[in-house]
């Protein structure tokens, strides 16, 4: 054995020592958490059952779409149902328990796939009317980030309507990671949606968005303060959107009194913090700039 | 058959008829659409090819990296002509005359890496010119994500300019997602491009940039109304960026006639809608901010 | 050979002759550089041994977590060595003190780990004091970004102090590619350190922050100016932030000489380049905002 090998035996044994503190991050029982990694591939997976003819199975030649959807569905159902499982059983059922209510639950998501692909649909929709630079549907399903954002939210959404715990923030979160966009699953959000470029947006727990609404990129519905802490969970915190609403870049609205009436504009890096009457229009009214010019 | 089976076999129907509805998001064919994970892969082993020393082959051992790059270029030139030759089919070409405007295009495609490797080459000087924090052009390579955007964004505007539909948005939406840069393949950036952090920025579609520019994070190159939507396809929407402008963070310069001049300096969150005089720099006259004491 | 094989001959020997320019792009030496997939995986592992309870080796059926846990650190630093071995060699080092300094190091770094797990442990705790949408420990572990890009900070900084170059960048980095924020390596942070969304959030490599301190999304900890370039390199360019402050989302606090007091709360948007007494508020005095009713 030599030095580094005996400096390794030194380290291994210190810090086997300090997981034993019983801290919240010494916890040890990692079979009543549910897996990331497994949340992350039932994503995509759940991805292709939205858009069934757009991202491919590897494993399989596909002969007949139908039959390998089927087995597609099943096998989601089959681990997602365990991932809920896990998490329930986090939260002190049973096992047997927690896998009975995992299995209807996860019965009860997939009930209402359809709906969740009738409002994407209407997303993709809202997509190409909004943007001059989308050249087809095709091109906003393989690569605009606010559709995913926006799909991964209506699904996650379902799930937290249905009590699952936990997992529907996963599932944002790892949306939020790919795209920039941060929708909490807690958020009520309209058909014809429609997010373009995305990045750093933050959509508040409690927030309500109508229907026909665009978001710009920088844009944060979110909460006036959070000093309160966990004293104000499950408190109306976030703005609400009306239909026909567009909001320009890097405004931010915020309060869970505040209500942006129906078919108002906010302009970009307005700030508000209280109601809007319908129809208005709102615009930073004059930004002083400095002009300096530099001899040469 | 217990129930849970049962209720998998009832929703695998349900979600199967949702299919037959023939929205957009029915849409099966799936061999007429280019494979994500594919391009995804693509663009990781042309980021090797442009870098020949800094990005690594698993497969190999490699005794000659110049037999081990000549393998790689005609691997990822077999398979760029597939994807191409997928989205041509899409566009309704025959499968011959896809593959071969594919394999024509993947070639012009390649003709000019000699020319993109110039350019990146440039941008790697002017990231370690203009960031005092960078300690040598090898981090710069491994680490900043301003490189990685700019490189991508080199590949997918030749493809762009070639005619290639849908496949250079997906390479620069790929790079938006590992770095929350959005640059537009249809933008046009001239030498020495230098992007700091990054996160935020959006570069439009007909933006045209000079060389020697340097832009801090969430800068918007943007347009100033997108309400057209797609009427507004193809009309110059977006800002000229003359030579050696330096715009910091948040500034937001917006619209097809704005035109700012050669060696300006745009200033933190400044909002610019019209043309700025060469040599001037602009920043906000005065932010008025309100200081209140808390008692202690 | 068809024709297509043939131009893809010409197209390789075109690029290997540009190779051979020698500029910084055609560096082949790649047995001195790090491995960046070998980084992202080890900042994986690093993970796993932070929050040992949380995130699960595929490979193990996992009887004993604590043997498991002693095979992972004996992973880690045996490959961490060889990283840090590498980039020293790439510094001048030869073979033979590049790997003796690069275990000494490692073993330094391992050393640390309760350390930097004990301050980990704090900004749990600060987020879940702060953050009203958190419904436990568990789901800040598993999907809060701020949790992951600050952890990933702590330990890439003990690194940097270290005097490892490259790596603790690289590993930075990588947590800014996930999550959107930029914390240089070499900024010093103190414990209870709370990032809410995160995304767009710049922390300089200069930055000093106290203890408690919470900052929201799109906050630049920046340079008054960068044009000095590499001439600043080394000079303290970013602001100090100290206990209790609060700073919300999109505020810039810029310059090396700039202090904000302990208990300030600097208000969103906010741009600040000079010191703030402690104890005090600053918020933006009045935005002067534009209203227009659209006639119906």
Redesign the interface.
Known sequence: MNQ?EK??EG??D???E??RQD????????FR?????VMVELIQKLRR????????D?NYH?YN??HN??VL??DV?FNL?NQIALVLK?NGASQMEAMEKA?SLC?AF??Q??QI?AY??TD??AA????????????I?????GLFAITVYRMAHVLYELGV??LP??MT?HA?????I?I?P?ATVGRYFFI??G??I?I??TTVIGENVKVY??V?L??LS??????????R?HPTIEDNV?IY??A?ILGGDTVIGQ?CVIG?????TES??P????????????????K?
Request: proline share 4%; net charge negative; aromatic share 8%.
């Open positions: 580094f400096q390794i380290v291994v210190r810090i086997l300090d997981y801290r919240e991050i010494d916890q040890m029982d990692i958490h549910p897996d990331r990694d059952i939205i858009f069934p003819g757009y991202f491919r590897k596909i779409a139908k959807l089927a569905i099943e159902m149902s986090g299995q019965v997939f009930e796939i359809p692909r994407v649909d993709l929709q190409y009317d909004g943007d001059p630079a989308a050249t087809g549907m095709d091109e399903i393989f690569s605009y980030p715990p936990m923030r996963m979160e939020h990671s790919v795209t920039g941060d909490h807690g373009d470029h990045t750093g933050v508040g727990e990129q920088g944060t979110g909460a959070t000093r309160g802490g966990q004293s104000l969970r499950g408190k915190r567009t870049a890097g931010s078919g970009s890096n307005v700030f508000i809007i009457a129809g208005t229009t709102v615009t930073i009214k004059n930004q002083e700039l400095q002009y300096r010019q530099r040469s």
